[in-house]
């Protein structure tokens, strides 16, 4: 018997039949920090938020109309820049923050997006000028707002928390965006015959976005929860964790801060994290889950239901995959 079935698989089947039979309980990836259904096409395509329907609320009085300030990212024109009555520059945020590399989630009901880039997570709201940057609270010189049934975003504080830097011509009413790694991936390494290779990041650099001890954490939480796993099914609960920082129906903009959601991981509850000892592929599943690999299909839970049938919560989520023991889900909005 493996030591995980061993210590923590009888408790865990004892506590999923009484899960199954509570409506709302939480295991392995339960909703307990979901913020607000977000609509099937927000989800499904992130970029929605600048897609909102027509008749949104105008620009507001006293903003310099579009074309009156430029905005530039590594020199490619970022278009309809506008200044706000604070005199910052307000760009239409999925415009840079594709521009940018990032990763890009909205969600209707709340007026929130998310942005996501390795080592670096804004969240923003739109009238809302407190605003998220790597889990610190920030208060914003001027506040997101829907005009013509786009997201304008402060040009700096969203460009800068992502990595970018930012020079302001006053002159020329023009700002520049520099960006030395688009995408927060190190730039294609042409190989030997000139066709190019894309490089990963290596272990140094995802040590230092994350920070050493998150990482260490990822690795414990995958090496618990997927002791006895395939190595494919350990860099997929990696990824559900991966998934739920970027996305925001969960609170947290850290890995620890998912990890230690409340209900959300059984090895957290029950001690497993720390106890087992480290395989060394847990941390390779870790690192490859860190450089964007996702076998779960962008699956938000997953739970070992082999020997019970889902119920509940459980049935209500569409399967992306299973993986060994391990089944993962996504909602049914989520495309």
Same mark, same amino acid.
């Given at each position: 018997?493996?030591?995980?079935?061993?210590?923590?698989?009888?408790?865990?089947?004892?506590?999923?039949?009484?899960?199954?039979?509570?409506?709302?309980?939480?295991?392995?990836?339960?909703?307990?920090?979901?913020?607000?259904?977000?609509?099937?096409?927000?989800?499904?395509?992130?970029?929605?938020?600048?897609?909102? !329907? =027509?008749?949104?609320?105008?620009?507001?009085?006293?903003?310099?109309?579009?074309?009156?300030?430029?905005?530039?990212?590594?020199?490619? #024109?970022?278009?309809?820049?506008?200044?706000?009555?604070?005199? *910052?520059?307000? %760009?239409?945020?999925?415009? &840079?923050?594709?521009?940018?590399?990032?990763?890009?989630? +909205?969600?209707?009901?709340?007026?929130?997006? *998310?942005?996501?880039?390795?080592?670096?997570?804004?969240?923003?709201?739109?009238?809302?000028?407190?605003?998220?940057?790597?889990?610190?609270?920030?208060?914003?010189?001027?506040?997101?707002?829907?005009? =013509?049934?786009? &997201?304008?975003?402060?040009?700096?504080?969203?460009? #800068?928390?992502?990595?970018?830097? %930012?020079?302001?011509? @006053?002159?020329?009413? #023009?700002?520049? %965006?520099?960006?030395? +790694?688009?995408?927060?991936?190190?730039?294609?390494?042409?190989?030997?015959? /000139?066709? /190019? @290779?894309?490089?990963?990041?290596?272990?140094?650099?995802?040590?230092?976005?994350?920070? =050493?001890?998150?990482?260490?954490? &990822?690795?414990?939480?995958?090496?618990?929860?997927?002791?006895?796993?395939?190595?494919?099914?350990?860099?997929?609960?990696?990824?559900?964790?991966?998934?739920?920082?970027?996305?925001?129906? $969960?609170?947290?903009?850290?890995?620890?801060?998912?990890?230690?959601?409340?209900?959300?991981?059984?090895?957290? +509850?029950?001690?497993?994290?720390?106890?087992?000892?480290?395989?060394?592929?847990?941390?390779?599943?870790?690192?490859?889950?860190?450089?964007?690999?996702?076998?779960?299909?962008?699956? &938000?839970?997953? !739970?070992?239901?082999?020997?019970?049938?889902?119920?509940? $919560?459980?049935?209500?989520?569409?399967?992306?995959?299973?993986?060994?023991?391990?089944? $993962?889900?996504?909602?049914?909005?989520?495309?």
């Amino acid at each position: 018997m493996h030591l995980a079935r061993k210590h923590g698989r009888a408790f865990g089947l004892a506590l999923a039949a009484i899960l199954f039979l509570a409506p709302g309980a939480q295991a392995d990836g339960a909703p307990d920090q979901q913020r607000g259904a977000a609509t099937a096409e927000a989800v499904a395509h992130p970029a929605a938020a600048d897609a909102s !329907a =027509a008749g949104e609320a105008a620009a507001p009085a006293g903003e310099v109309p579009a074309g009156n300030v430029r905005v530039f990212l590594n020199d490619w #024109e970022i278009a309809g820049a506008t200044m706000s009555p604070e005199s *910052r520059v307000l %760009v239409p945020m999925r415009a &840079l923050f594709e521009a940018l590399g990032a990763k890009v989630y +909205w969600d209707e009901a709340s007026q929130t997006v *998310r942005a996501f880039l390795p080592g670096h997570t804004i969240t923003l709201q739109a009238g809302n000028r407190t605003a998220s940057r790597d889990g610190e609270t920030v208060t914003l010189d001027s506040e997101p707002r829907i005009a =013509a049934g786009r &997201l304008l975003i402060p040009l700096r504080f969203a460009a #800068e928390s992502l990595g970018a830097t %930012v020079a302001w011509d @006053a002159a020329k009413k #023009e700002a520049r %965006v520099t960006l030395d +790694w688009p995408g927060g991936i190190r730039p294609v390494a042409a190989s030997a015959d /000139g066709a /190019g @290779a894309a490089t990963a990041p290596s272990e140094e650099e995802l040590i230092a976005r994350y920070g =050493a001890e998150d990482v260490e954490l &990822l690795a414990r939480v995958i090496n618990a929860e997927a002791y006895d796993e395939p190595y494919e099914g350990k860099v997929a609960v990696g990824a559900v964790i991966m998934n739920r920082l970027r996305s925001p129906r $969960f609170q947290g903009d850290t890995i620890r801060e998912i990890i230690y959601a409340k209900g959300q991981f059984m090895v957290v +509850w029950n001690g497993l994290i720390d106890r087992l000892p480290m395989q060394a592929d847990s941390r390779r599943a870790a690192l490859d889950a860190l450089r964007g690999k996702d076998p779960s299909r962008g699956a &938000l839970y997953f !739970a070992d239901l082999t020997r019970a049938r889902a119920k509940g $919560f459980w049935a209500r989520l569409v399967v992306t995959v299973r993986i060994g023991s391990h089944t $993962f889900f996504k909602l049914p909005t989520d495309g």
